[in-house]
């Protein structure tokens, strides 16, 4: 459509220009090309004999610059992006009544349009081939939710569409929850279970958090920098520089960097997907929406079981349910949402599965002299089956009296208990001839965690009688300097405590912190 309008235009312009009292017999010339092939015909053959060059002082003929568009419209039909590479945003062709989000279209949005139009481009494509897979669940939600269908746009900035998106901040899943904000919003997330990873339950969380968020600012803008850098920052920015729009706070340097880009990628790139084909993006594959209905079970399946009950692959199991982390539903006696594909007779076949293929684990301490393969060998699994339980990514990386989880079959009481072995003594008193290394070899520890555990720094000034302690103590202390963008929810999700715990620890009343702030953290 685009290369028919250019070439009317051009066509036009040059009826407009021509002579018109030029002869019959040019009139004649004309008919003769124009019946000689289509448009394209008409292109190549002018790129297959290009007129000699004209020069200089003399005046562009109208057939001249019929030619040099011809050549112009001839480049776009064989590499359409060719066009893009000057600038190729095309904005004038934007219309916000496309859109169900505000549309604001600024250098600092014309700068991440160009990314996902250039060097981002690959990554862009492979964000819009995963769409397929999740946003038809996500607007049929939003919708029903009377949101902005186009929020899609945020989940696609913050994960690409990956439920196994995992940040720096230890943010996870479509939404990027991290572990505080996900619990708030209605989340289970434990050892058995990162709800954070469902596409369905995540994003239901999203649509709560969102809408308190957009209830408490009443701009989008502004919902979507609290949802990146926190309520609380973008309150106190407000609060501050008494401003309460997006743009204005960006320009006093309210906020950091990542939440001053959050929002114009954001708006850029429900541009480039709203009109995907326009830019280029014509040959992208899908992926089938998933097909699934809800149910609830009780506890301790396998998911061997449960996939063999959905007559599909344990993999496909987790695709639809990727907020599963290990071999089985959880021992609690609570009732699990899980989903199965749709007219299979699951619910059936669950009630039928046997005690013994039932998934059951046991904690096993490893002893002295114990490998990964000996343990396996003992409970009669795998070392990958250990492995992948405990997130082991090297089997030799085992210490003595760490424990492990080890998934086995039947009730525990059919599991082997371990045999005997002689427990290691809480302290070494420090003998004539002893160092650090060899006290640490004959307890099967290492001596970076031995001098650890009794604060030496080192290794070569211990003396004779010096009482070691050979585990760690129950509680260290450590100080904690607070860095520009912390708050209590951050440092609380790095140190695996509370924010409740930190403010007692510290006497800290509000939530305000500060940066260069020391602050008293327990290390359990």
Known sequence: MLILLLFLINVSKAEDIADPNASSESSKQDDTQSSEGTLFDILLKEQDHEPSAVPAQMAISPQAELTADLRLLLS?????????????????LVDPKDFDIPIVINDEVKKWMRYFLGAGRKHYKVWLSRAGRYTPMMKQKLKEANLPQDLIYLSMIESGFSTHAYSHASAVGLWQFI???????????????????SPELATDAAIRFLTRLYKKYDHWYLAWAAYNGGPGRVSRAISAHKINDFWDLVAVNAFPAETDNYVPKIIAAAIVGKYAERYG?????????????????????????????????????????PQLKRWALPPTPSQIKVYIPKDTAFNECVKTIPKSEQGTH?????????NLSLIAKKYNVSVTQIQRTNKLKNPNSIRVGAVLIVPVEGSPSKIPAPKKSTTRPSSHTVKKGEN???????????TADL??????????????????????????????????????????????????????WNGIKGNTIYAGQKLKIKKN
């Open 76 to 92: 776009f039909y064989r590499d359409p992006h060719s066009l893009l590479k000057p600038d190729g945003l095309m904005l004038d």
């Open 281 to 321: 993006f014509s040959d992208i594959k899908l992926l089938k929406p998933l097909v699934y209905q809800e149910t609830t079970l009780g506890p301790n399946y396998s998911i061997a079981s449960l996939a063999k009950c959905a007559s599909i692959k344990e993999e496909d199991f987790l695709l639809l349910n």
């Open 362 to 370: 046991t904690k096993h301490t490893v002893q002295k002299g114990e």
């Open 179 to 197: 572990s505080t904000t996900g619990r708030e919003n209605g989340l289970r997330i434990d050892w058995w279970i990162d709800e954070r990873r």
């Open 451 to 504: 001098m650890s555990w009794n604060n030496v720094n080192n290794p070569n000034k211990i003396y004779v009688g010096q009482k070691l302690s050979l585990s760690p103590p129950k509680n260290i202390w450590i100080s904690y300097t607070v860095k520009s963008g912390d708050n209590l929810s951050k440092i609380a999700q790095k140190h695996n405590c509370t924010i409740s715990d930190i403010k007692s």
């Open 436 to 446: 650090l290394s060899s006290i640490a070899k004959k307890y099967s520890i290492k």
